[in-house]
């Protein structure tokens, strides 16, 4: 069942944040909707890709946020309206679009829904995506619950065309992947007609000067922050003359309800709940700071609306001053992720209560039975990947060179190369694309005595998303390098969506291969095509690659990602460990296959003191076998 | 047995990354939607998605919707697919009250499968998950569900044993028609039957 076969206004539904911020933007009649994969927003798009033919939409995964960006500014300029989505990441990739859309609007709503994450769960950093609103004056909406975040995408498309200008959604991880009540309402069903106006002025910044059209986002802002003094997003509950003021958005919002309840502080504690957060709805905000002296400010990432909030402070009534708690006091750490415990804990101090989460005693039992008894589980490559054997065999390749080979990373599920899993071989990881900018540059510093080798992973997603121009870079500037392309035939980090690279696109139409050895051939750079799974033909590639310096080469590491696989296929072989042939720990410096090589599916059995196959987790990929320095490893074909 | 009168009811569904914790959560919260009830699902993960733990905070009201993480201290029922991730739960969000309903067939992190860490003995953990909890429910649902044939179908005898509980305010009927509206066709029997295999092992 998808969100939009349930065309039953008025009916709850059990929905995923993500699928709520879809379902709204359906309410609200879009035509068009792109984006480039990224945790916590691929399931927007996702969505809308699976209802794309059912309700005439035109949905993509572009090859990266920028170019999605532009592909919906496209359909809005041309009486469409349309839906952007991206990580925190990525939008810094669309920025530098975004900085001169914002000069010159947009016709027809253009939402752009940006999802962070707090914490980095699933990210390399925790950037707060707000600031970006504030700097390009663009109005910023904040949904704390799944029904918000469906009623204020629809709401959003109509603000978008009101100042016709782009209208930006920011999410957190808790809103976009928790799951709650939403009420369904209509979905549009206005004819979508598609027509560029060439009679209007060009969608230009120099037809007016910058300074011009800056002049008028401002008078825009004003207009927004009036429309937002009233708007059903925004919130109080609580007494009157509340002891402590709570000012929260997001995530804040359940936290600061769960404190206020937990603590049973409901008669002295009043929640200003925010949902419009720039440009913030000033008269709102002073009504209620005026009926306090001490005020919280519960918000994830950056203090943004602490920071604004203050701002106005200044500005209000000469001779008020408020005693502000928040990120700058160290009530709510000013990195990582909230929880529900730091927002009672913030609470309690503020008030001057004392909290404690469980009986001393029963605190202190739990830590010591878990520390005592409870291993870790640490990240690490599933069995059967491919990417194991490729960090295999570079770590062989450049052993077996010698010359300190340096390797740079990307942004995928190979990051776990810098771990044990990727036996520690990668060197620098920063954002899409960056490790092969770093090597190309790496590979230009001979004259200064750099005599070490330089290599990068990347993806296939990544190679279309941004290293494609680092690749030219390296081949303009005759930069000596290896990129070795992990090539596992999709974005399998984020969920397996399509790129350029495979045959079908986001609605499952078929589409063309656009292979990377023809753009490697193009750019007149010798390409290398080798089966990670052949860990000694994949070696001497590399080390034969190695030799031969001069410009920028290309190694695609080609297998599919062994999780796709196991989904559709049956495992090829029965691998076993034949007992009389292994050594165990006298094997390699010890328990070579499991201590060194790790594959999961590999186990240390302590009654024999030999390595055993764990069949349910084993891949039946077979890899081991030739990793194995004894030949104990056997593998039986399975029919 | 029931803990009808708690508001919110908050169950924490853990285990390993694949073993399908995040379906049962859906399952029971669209049963209790279905009832007039508020649901919130949230999702904690460990240290990864790949083979980490996970585990999905389930929070059911009569009255109002709550966030989507259970405070510490404040869990009521820990359903766990694996046990020392149940155990692991109990040391963040369990207390005195707390009910547990655990497999016991353990899945070794990797630091145990390459011999770096040991995993303790079944005894062990479950005499902790006892001291910390006010009942405990111990199946066998990995042999169960190979038995039916598939070690994934443990998920399905879990949630049946946590409805044959009865510490939830759903019936039986329901959730087998929520299964029935979820599964394909090919897949449904076998799962309603370890449903059925799990919710008779623990009703009376």
């Known amino acids: ?639 | 047995m029931s803990i009808h009168g708690r508001d919110p009811i908050n169950l924490i569904i853990t285990g390993i990354g694949g073993q399908g914790n995040i379906l049962i959560s859906r399952l029971i919260g669209e049963v209790m939607l279905e009832d007039g009830y508020w649901v919130t699902i949230g999702e904690t993960y460990g240290a990864s998605q790949r083979g980490g733990s996970v585990a999905s905070h389930v929070r059911i009201s009569k009255s109002t919707q709550h966030g989507p993480l259970t405070p510490e201290g404040q869990a009521d029922i820990i359903l766990g697919l694996e046990p020392v991730e149940s155990l692991r739960m109990l040391g963040i969000y369990g207390n005195p009250k707390t009910y547990v309903i655990t497999n016991i067939r353990p899945i070794h992190p990797m630091a145990v499968a390459i011999g770096e860490a040991e995993y303790p003995e079944l005894e062990k953990i479950k005499q902790a998950i006892s001291e910390l909890s006010q009942k405990v429910w111990y199946i066998d649902a990995s042999e169960i569900a190979i038995r039916l044939g598939s070690p994934l179908l443990a998920n399905m005898v879990m949630m049946g044993a946590l409805v044959g509980t009865g510490l939830l305010p759903l019936k039986k009927e329901a959730c087998l028609q929520q299964l029935a509206a979820s599964f394909k066709e090919e897949s449904l029997t076998v799962n309603m039957k370890a449903f059925t295999m799990g919710f008779i092992q623990n009703s009376s």
């Open chain 1, 1 to 639: 069942m998808t969100i939009a076969s349930r065309d039953v206004p008025k009916t709850t539904q059990l929905l995923m944040g993500n699928e709520a911020i879809a379902r709204g933007a359906l309410e609200a009649g879009i035509g068009v909707a792109a984006a480039y994969p990224g945790t916590p927003s691929s399931e927007i798009i996702g969505t809308l890709a699976q209802v794309a033919k059912e309700r005439n939409l035109y949905v993509e995964w572009s090859i990266n946020e920028k170019v999605a960006m532009e592909v919906a500014a496209a359909a809005s300029f041309s009486n469409v309206r349309a839906l952007c989505a991206m990580k925190q990441n990525g939008l810094n990739v669309a920025l530098d679009f975004l900085s001169n859309l914002n000069l010159t609007g947009v016709n027809r709503g253009l939402v752009l829904v940006v999802c962070d994450d707090p914490g980095g769960i699933s990210s390399t950093n925790e950037q707060d995506s707000r600031h970006v609103a504030k700097a390009l004056d663009l109005p910023l909406l904040e949904p704390a619950t799944s029904q918000e975040a469906k009623d204020m995408t629809t709401w959003a498309f109509e603000l978008s065309e009101e100042i016709a200008n782009v209208c930006i959604l920011r999410s957190v991880t808790r809103i976009s992947h928790a799951r709650g009540k939403v009420v369904l309402g209509e979905l549009s069903n206005v004819e979508k007609h598609a027509y560029f106006d060439i009679s209007r002025k060009p969608y230009a910044t120099v037809v007016e000067t910058p300074p011009k059209l800056h002049q008028a986002l401002y008078q825009n802002l004003a207009r927004i922050r009036e429309i937002y003094e009233s708007s059903p997003f925004n919130w109080y509950i609580g007494p009157e003359n509340p002891e402590l003021l709570i000012i929260t958005c997001g995530s804040g919002w359940f936290y600061s309800v769960e404190a206020v309840r937990i603590l049973s502080a409901v008669n002295s504690v009043g929640i200003l709940k925010l949902g419009t957060t720039w440009p913030l709805p000033q008269k709102l905000i002073e009504k209620h700071m005026l009926q306090t002296k001490k005020i919280l400010v519960v918000e994830e990432v950056d203090p943004f609306l602490e920071g604004n909030l203050k701002e106005l402070a200044a500005d209000m009534e000469p001779g008020r001053t408020w005693t502000f708690y928040g990120k700058a006091s160290g009530h709510i750490p000013s990195f990582g992720e909230n929880t529900p415990n730091i927002v009672i804990n913030a609470v309690a101090k503020a008030l001057d209560l004392k909290y404690t989460t469980r009986d001393p005693e029963y605190q202190q039992k739990s830590q010591e039975m878990v520390k005592r008894y409870v291993p870790p589980r640490e990240p690490q490559f599933c069995a059967g990947c491919p990417h194991r054997t490729t960090f295999w065999a570079i770590k062989n390749a450049l052993k077996l060179d010698g010359r300190e080979g340096v390797l740079t990373g990307d942004i995928g599920c190979y990051g776990m190369g810098l771990g044990s899993s990727g036996f520690f071989q990668v060197r620098t990881m920063h954002a899409m694309g960056s490790g092969t900018g770093i090597a190309s540059g790496m590979g230009k510093l001979n004259q200064f005595g750099f005599n070490q080798l330089v290599l990068n992973v990347c993806g296939d997603s990544t190679f279309f998303h941004a290293a494609i121009p680092a690749l030219i870079n390296g081949v303009h500037n005759q930069s000596h390098f290896i990129l070795i392309v992990l090539d596992n035939s999709g974005t399998a980090m984020t969920g397996f969506q399509p790129h350029p690279g495979i045959n079908i696109n986001a609605m499952g139409d078929p589409v063309p291969i656009l292979d990377i050895e023809s753009l490697c051939y193009a750019l007149d750079v010798k390409v290398t095509v080798t089966d990670p799974y052949d860990i000694n033909g994949t070696t001497e590639k590399l080390l034969e690659m190695l030799r031969n310096e001069g410009k920028p080469r290309v190694l695609i590491s080609r297998r599919e990602c062994a999780l796709i696989k196991s989904r559709r296929e049956k495992p090829p072989y029965k691998i076993q460990v034949n007992h009389d042939q292994c050594i165990g720990e006298g094997c390699g410096c010890d328990r070579f296959c499991t201590r060194v090589f790790r594959c999961p599916g590999l186990i240390w059995d302590r009654e024999s003191r030999k390595a055993r196959i764990d069949e349910s987790i084993c891949s039946g990929c077979g890899v081991c076998v030739d990793v194995c320095p004894q030949s104990a490893i056997v593998r039986e074909v399975i029919e």
